[in-house]
């Protein structure tokens, strides 16, 4: 196990420069994605498949959300659901504590995938009602603006918005 956890570093360590080495906002946020499904597979393994270990996994899956990019997040279900399956089955000692998930191993793989997918479904809940709120308050900005900038144009007193570093920015008529 002493050389896992240098195997797991060293994998997550990868990601993590390829995250700030490469161009972009989706591929690093892909690489951001892997780098945490590496940890938390690393951490359950190094934990003997403890079922507290798994809960890595919904915070990740909370943290990915932020980005809001299906890339990343969708990159991470599917790593998560493999790790879960793959892992369940080579090494399920390491993967479950417990004697029933050794025993069947896909069978917990798809509950513990389930259990990580139902997560994910109430963070794009969120995700899209952020999106609808965020929406509707632009539109409420625009409106504003745009009424902001009748009245000032239409203002029968000369009026002008001046920058705090002293430019002009606007006059009325």
Same mark, same amino acid.
């Given at each position: 196990?002493?050389?896992?956890?240098?195997? $797991?570093?060293?994998?997550?360590?990868?990601?993590?420069?390829?995250?700030?080495?490469?161009?972009?906002?989706?591929?690093?946020?892909?690489?951001?994605?892997?780098? @945490?499904?590496?940890?938390?597979?690393?951490?359950?393994?190094?934990? &003997?498949?403890?079922?507290?270990?798994? %809960?890595?996994? @919904?915070?990740?899956?909370?943290?990915?959300?932020?980005?809001?990019?299906?890339?990343? @997040?969708?990159? @991470?279900?599917?790593?998560?659901?493999?790790?879960?399956?793959?892992?369940?089955? $080579?090494?399920?000692?390491?993967?479950?504590?417990? &004697?029933?998930?050794?025993?069947?191993?896909? %069978?917990?793989?798809?509950?513990?995938?389930?259990?990580?997918?139902?997560?994910?479904?109430?963070?794009?809940?969120?995700?899209?009602?952020?999106?609808?709120?965020?929406?509707?308050?632009?539109?409420?900005?625009?409106?504003?603006?745009?009424?902001?900038?009748?009245?000032?144009?239409?203002?029968?007193?000369?009026?002008?918005?001046?920058?705090?570093?002293?430019?002009?920015?606007?006059? &009325?008529?």
């Amino acid at each position: 196990l002493d050389h896992a956890w240098l195997t $797991i570093v060293m994998l997550v360590l990868t990601c993590v420069v390829a995250a700030v080495r490469l161009p972009g906002r989706r591929l690093p946020s892909v690489f951001v994605a892997l780098g @945490f499904t590496i940890a938390c597979a690393g951490f359950v393994t190094m934990a &003997n498949g403890l079922t507290e270990a798994h %809960f890595t996994f @919904f915070i990740a899956v909370a943290a990915l959300a932020l980005y809001r990019d299906w890339a990343p @997040f969708g990159m @991470f279900l599917a790593a998560t659901v493999l790790h879960h399956g793959l892992f369940g089955v $080579i090494a399920s000692e390491h993967t479950y504590d417990h &004697n029933h998930a050794v025993a069947h191993p896909l %069978f917990w793989a798809l509950l513990h995938g389930g259990a990580v997918l139902g997560t994910a479904g109430f963070q794009l809940v969120a995700w899209r009602l952020s999106e609808s709120e965020e929406r509707r308050a632009q539109a409420n900005l625009d409106e504003s603006q745009a009424q902001l900038s009748i009245a000032f144009d239409e203002s029968p007193v000369p009026m002008a918005m001046i920058a705090p570093d002293g430019r002009l920015l606007r006059t &009325n008529s």
